[in-house]
């Protein structure tokens, strides 16, 4: 058996060179005569990993002084709740765009702590495209405005970020960060899951403006509280320790490759030999939704006829394509293209569609 391309939506693969380098590191790490695992959050040489992964994260996004970096727990899915806790009032209200199931999701954890208003939804098309913005119903006295610029399951992804005037923008990135290079002042609030184009499942990424810090007023416990985790550099208890070092490892490597404009190019590039090979199969395969929302990260795609599924993920998975399989929510099939699948990865998936559709076609 051996390692090979692996199109998983999250967790998801993480760049060989970053896996060998904690392979190497496992029992010992640095000089510390024990595994990274093995240490305590509050010695001096985690502490200094820490610093020096949000130092490297900054630079590689360039991140503003004026905004903090929380590596949290939880997953995007406590996020949900957190920000509307934090970002707004009881009895304020917020405006969240509906793009697809993780948008929606989004929305309704916030529900029990802000009202939530949705300023526009692609539900009647099916998330196939995103709605329209001049049909966008935005409120200036809105807590914030939220959106998920790649949604992962459908398949739709923001070309640009939308303007928001005054009011906070708030993103889930989970799984498009570090994909290209990040405008985060145009931003009140980004936050992502590690397990797409981070690192291992367990770590959440918050980036968040500092003025925005000030208004959770609501009594809730510190560790709910994003100024508490900020003033206790996100170590108010234990944090996951090993994810944050595989994190900054993938910052590093992605420094190496040349930085986020780097990988815009690779990521524009993979996406667009996928599609061209979807839309060039006389219709055997089909990718619904339209052109312009394209995602780079996550292609959903269905064979002409769906009793060809199971024959196509057996024979994926013999060709060494692993993880095809398409979400349960739309069934077909999904190739996700994070940071860590290389070109090459994506023209073995297109060299065996082209054989598959010779064989069943
Ligand atoms: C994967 C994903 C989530 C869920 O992340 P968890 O870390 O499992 O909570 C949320 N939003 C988006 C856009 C995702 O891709």
Redesign the pocket.
């Known amino acids: 058996m051996s390692r090979t391309w692996n199109f998983a939506a ?1 967790p998801a693969a993480i760049p060989e060179p970053v896996l060998r380098q904690a392979q190497t590191e496992r029992l010992e790490w640095r000089d510390a005569r024990a595994s990274v695992m093995e240490i305590s959050h509050r010695g001096k040489a985690f502490m200094a990993l820490a610093a020096e992964t949000e130092r490297d994260l900054r630079a590689l996004a360039d991140i503003p002084a004026h905004y903090r970096v929380l590596f949290l727990q939880g ?4 996020q949900f709740a957190l920000l509307a806790m934090n970002l707004a009032a009881p009895g304020q209200h917020a405006d969240y765009v509906l793009s697809g199931h ?1 948008s929606e ?1 989004a929305a309704r954890e916030a529900a029990p702590y802000v009202d939530v208003r949705i300023a526009a939804d692609a539900r009647s098309n099916g998330y196939s495209a995103l709605p329209p913005r001049a049909d966008w119903r935005l409120h200036d006295d809105a807590a914030y405005l939220h959106y ?1 610029p ?3 399951i459908h398949g739709l992804e923001f070309r640009d970020v939308p303007e928001a005037g005054q009011v906070p923008l708030v993103a ?1 990135m ?2 498009s960060i570090l994909s290209e290079p990040l405008p985060v002042q145009r931003f009140g609030m980004i936050y992502a ?1 590690a ?2 184009n981070i690192g291992p ?1 367990g770590l ?1 990424l918050v980036i968040v403006r500092e003025d925005l810090l000030a208004r959770a007023q609501r009594p809730m416990a510190g560790i709910l509280r994003y100024a508490e985790q900020a003033a206790h550099e996100s170590m108010l208890n234990t944090p996951n320790t090993f994810g944050w070092y595989l994190a900054g490892l993938t910052f590093k490597w992605i420094a190496a490759q040349g930085g986020l404009p780097a990988m815009a190019a690779r990521n524009r590039r993979k996406a667009d030999t996928l599609y061209a090979a979807i839309d060039g199969s006389g219709g055997f395969y089909r990718n619904p939704v339209d052109a312009a929302a394209r995602s780079r990260m996550n292609v959903p795609f269905f064979l002409h006829d769906a009793r060809l599924d199971t024959v196509f993920l057996r024979e994926s998975e013999q060709a060494g394509l692993l993880a095809l399989k398409g979400h349960r929510a739309l069934g077909g099939l999904r190739a996700s293209l994070y940071n860590a699948l290389p070109q090459e990865g994506v023209e073995a998936l297109v060299a065996f569609m082209r054989a598959f559709q010779q064989r069943h076609g």
């Not at 997953?75 to 406590?78: F, I, M, R």
Request: glycine share 16%; aromatic share 6%.
């Open positions: 999250g997953g995007a899915t406590l993780w999701k998920t790649n949604e992962t889930d989970s799984s899951g397990q797409k499942a959440t």
